[in-house]
């Protein structure tokens, strides 16, 4: 977990209480995974705002942020009875490749919950390349290091032998304002492909995903391992085209 060097510029961060709508909650009465990164997104679309830096404000300059790896780590997994989700966010450059955004929640009562981390790449949409973060008039006044400690990087085992199988056609809902499937969906996909017995008595705790290749408006198909732990049920995701096989992106879930 990185340390955040608190500083008296409170534009450096941005706070927000969210409440936990009716239609955010599962049959258990935990907040559903995907609105929890919806939560995430619409926090980082606020804070980013503030500096010029979102995805809308940089697709006017040809750019545009494109998501590389996330992860997502649960003290204790949101319910209902935590009333709303705080949450507050700051970005910072990282390796000067990246743009790695930073989360922590709390409930109405103070409890800490968890915490999050997001890494983008800036990219070039003309040239297809990424974009070096001090080689961008775009990110001047944006370069200041923020964490005295950086997360660990994610890196996500292969699938070696799928036990479990599913498909699914990317709808016109599913994307994004880059034209491309929304990353909350691809979270979806993954942690649906568990066994319901999971689903019902066990809440995922550490997500972690390396995106590889954009999802277009195309057919995909998500192979799931499950791989022994001492520490809960784990399992290995891999999104792949239906057809040609590509790989989109590698996902792992802890359940406890």
Known sequence: MSTFRDTSTVIWMTERENEIPFSGIDPKGRIKFGMLLEMFQEMADIDASKFNLSVR?????????????????????PTIDDGIIKIRTYA???R???????????????????????????????????????????????????????PRDVKVPDVTDPQIEEKWKV???DLDV?????????????????????CEGYAPVLVESEFMHAIP???????TQEVPSSEGRFFLHSLRHMEDDTVYAKLSSLWK
């Not at 750019?63 to 204790?76: A, C, F, H």
């Not at 880059?178 to 999971?198: E, K, M, R, Y």
């Not at 408006?217 to 192979?223: A, E, H, S």
């Open 96 to 150: 000067n490749l990246f743009s790695l955004r930073s989360f922590r929640l709390w409930n109405r009562a103070g409890d800490f919950l968890g915490s999050a981390y997001t890494w983008w790449v800036l990219l070039d949409i003309k040239r297809e390349r990424p974009i070096r973060l001090d080689k961008s008039e775009l990110m001047t006044g944006f370069m200041e290091r923020l964490s005295e400690e950086l």
């Open 92 to 94: 910072e450059p990282c």
């Open 57 to 77: 404000q940089t697709l006017e300059h040809d750019v545009t942020w494109v998501l590389r790896k996330y992860r997502i780590d649960l003290e204790k997994y």
């Open 171 to 173: 709808r016109w809902q």
């Open 178 to 198: 880059n034209d491309h499937t929304n990353h909350a969906v691809f979270f979806s996909w993954a942690l649906d492909t568990v066994p319901d017995g999971i």
């Open 217 to 223: 408006r195309t057919r995909v198909r998500c192979l």
